[in-house]
């Protein structure tokens, strides 16, 4: 700790955060780029490959989008809904189109209810805060 009571990180906590950087960046990128080489060639509905990448999709982007939403309003910007990105809004909807699609031919059944289920639930609660 400094007389400020700040802790100052050691040379190996900087090291380890910028590699958590590189690896973030990393995964946004290959999201980023596969959702605009799948936008661009669409396949056909209920193909296999398609479940894989958008379970893998949906995946990413609720695990990710919160850390984006933290970051959004960290550095005091607001209605982080309007600056959203396409990649995630297009994730949204194509996993929104699946579950319809596949509710029509599956059996109803029970889900718990998850704060991850709503990729944007911090931004909700954030705007809140803000509008108390």
């Not at 040379?11 to 596969?34: G, H, P, V």
């Not at 639930?121 to 509008?131: D, G, K, T």
């Amino acid at each position: 700790m400094t007389a400020t009571g700040m802790h100052k990180r050691t040379e190996e906590e900087t090291e380890s955060r910028q590699e958590i950087l590189k690896r973030e960046y990393f995964l946004n990128q290959y999201w980023k780029d596969t959702v605009k080489e799948k936008d661009r060639m669409p396949q056909k509905e209920g193909a296999k490959l398609r479940k894989c990448w958008l379970y893998g999709g949906t995946n990413y982007r609720r695990i990710v989008e919160p850390l984006d939403i933290a970051e959004h309003y960290k550095n005091g910007k607001t209605n982080y809904l309007n600056d959203r990105s396409d990649d995630y809004k297009l994730l949204e909807k194509w996993s929104d189109e699946d579950k319809r699609d596949s509710k029509s031919s599956e059996v109803k059944r029970n889900k718990a209810a998850s704060l991850t289920e709503d990729s944007c639930f911090w931004a909700h609660v954030e705007e809140a805060l803000i509008s108390r």
